[in-house]
């Protein structure tokens, strides 16, 4: 079946950088695209970026653009995050995604951005 | 940035009741690309309705998506107890996409 696991998540200092990793199974990962999704404590969910299934076309949300990178290594069937410049506003349980639209979520890799 | 606003913010009933959960953006989404997804607390959300009416794989029936332009709806049928949760709507049909900020179904 679909799984897609999220690990990299950790507790950084504002300033840092942080890599998520999403390890992908049971489909075949070079055709999707795939996002990353995240909630903050007692907020709603916030789409961070996607990327298309070559790797071709990328798009951020204007709150991490310039900061975060998506990339994918489709013969590892691996998704990533770079995230610099960490911010506390970054807080926030990280989801990857599957599909356009998303359809198939994992269960998250929580960030915590605090000195 | 097109801009998804749900109502009402939360809805409380009983088990066995209707919900009716609208989505309305700040433009008209062309090529009806709006999902919605159900979030519940320390779960992984799970896709619902996509295309705005068409059910995602393994959803039951009782969940149905309407709606076109800028007005959407999510109907839940006869609500079971595994139905209370979070609901967010979805836009995906532009650059970037969006959520609306969710409208919580709670037990009354």
């Known amino acids: 079946q679909v799984q897609v696991v999220e690990s990299g998540g950790d507790l950084v200092k504002p300033g840092g950088s942080l890599r998520l990793s999403c390890a992908a199974s049971?489909?075949?990962?070079?055709?999707?695209?795939m996002s990353w999704i995240r909630q903050a404590p007692g907020k709603g969910l916030e789409w961070i970026s996607y990327?298309?299934?070559?790797?071709?076309?990328?798009d951020y949300a204007a709150s991490v653009q310039g900061r975060f990178t998506i990339s994918r290594d489709n013969a590892k069937n691996s998704l990533y995050l770079q995230m610099n410049s960490l911010r506390v506003e970054d807080t926030a349980v990280y989801y990857c995604?599957?599909?356009?639209?998303?359809?198939?979520w994992g269960q998250g890799s929580r960030v915590i951005v605090s000195s | 940035e097109i801009v998804l606003t749900q109502s009402p913010g939360t809805l409380s009933l009983s088990p066995g009741e209707r919900a009716t959960l609208a989505c309305r953006a700040s433009q008209n989404l062309t090529n009806t690309y709006l999902a919605w997804h159900q979030h519940k607390p320390g779960q992984a959300p799970r896709l619902l309705i996509f295309g705005a009416s068409t059910r995602a794989t393994g959803i039951p029936d009782r969940f149905t998506g309407s709606g076109s332009g800028a007005d959407f709806t999510l109907t839940i049928n006869r609500l079971e107890p595994e139905d209370f949760a979070v609901y967010y709507c979805?836009?995906?049909?532009?650059?970037?996409?969006?959520f609306g900020q969710g409208t919580k179904v709670e037990i009354k």
């Open positions: 049971g489909f075949i990962f070079k055709d999707y695209y």
């Open positions: 995604v599957k599909g356009y639209p998303p359809e198939s």
């Open positions: 990327i298309s299934s070559s790797g071709s076309t990328k």
């Open positions: 979805q836009q995906y049909g532009r650059a970037s996409w969006t």
